[in-house]
């Protein structure tokens, strides 16, 4: 295990200290982007406040969609070690938890989709699918349902500095543009990421379209779809969670999945897995 010591209760957020945590990093984001919605209308921005929070906001999303979801959970793809710790790095920017234990959480949801056991189906309300369910007990245990990225060394290195990651990613903004800087490229683009990927676990289990037969509530939804990098097409994922591509329509806007068919020409990557149309056919039902 390359050394990597996993306590799985750890991780379980049931001290009154990591519900306070777990709080802050949901509220802190929230709060400032009510501070600066006030801003906005003071006309306290400059241009720069606004490209770094989405060139951020596509980065560190990417590191998610690309670097926690399709690569570290579902190996939708193989990675050298240098673009996998990229990948991650930026994913940990995000700040939705070490790549372990979000590897865990989501591992865990597929496991039991809908079901029992499931850390954040809307069966137990959309709220609890969207944020309640970081402060229950359910979450996943990164030594049962993590345990291929145990054995994954630089999984390893960017789990155990998860908050050096975290923390660069809102300082660095304040070299560019002081405090202003990191309220946009830092805390408002925080809570952009947190809120869209959070409706994958939310609306599209609940609300939209399904394409496939799948054992779930798993729907395509067409603006999580395009403000989520691909990951709203979340029917199409629960059907083939292995492909690296979730839009499987042309009109499937899929950004995490043009960057992997872009590293893969690039030949940053390799064996990306992808679905035949046959078998898609087989699933189908609209
Ligand atoms: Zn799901
Ligand atoms: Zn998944």
Redesign the pocket.
Known sequence: MYGLKVEPAAFQPKSFMARAITLAVVAVPFVATVFAIVKLWQRDVVPVDIVMMVVMYLLTGLGITVGFHRFATHRSFQSNRVVEFIMLALGSMAIEGDVIQWTADHWK??KH?DKPGDPHSPLEGLWHAHVGWFFKSARGVPAQDARHLLKDPVAGVISRTFLFWAVLGIAFPYFIDGWRGVLWGGLVRVFITHHITWS??SI??QFGRRAFDTD?F?HNQWIVGVLGLGEGW?NN??AFPESAFHGMKWYQIDLSGYTIWLLEKLHLITGVRRVSPDRMQRKRIA
């Open positions: 949801h597929h989709s994958v676990n599209c289990h779930d798993s979340h994922h629960h």
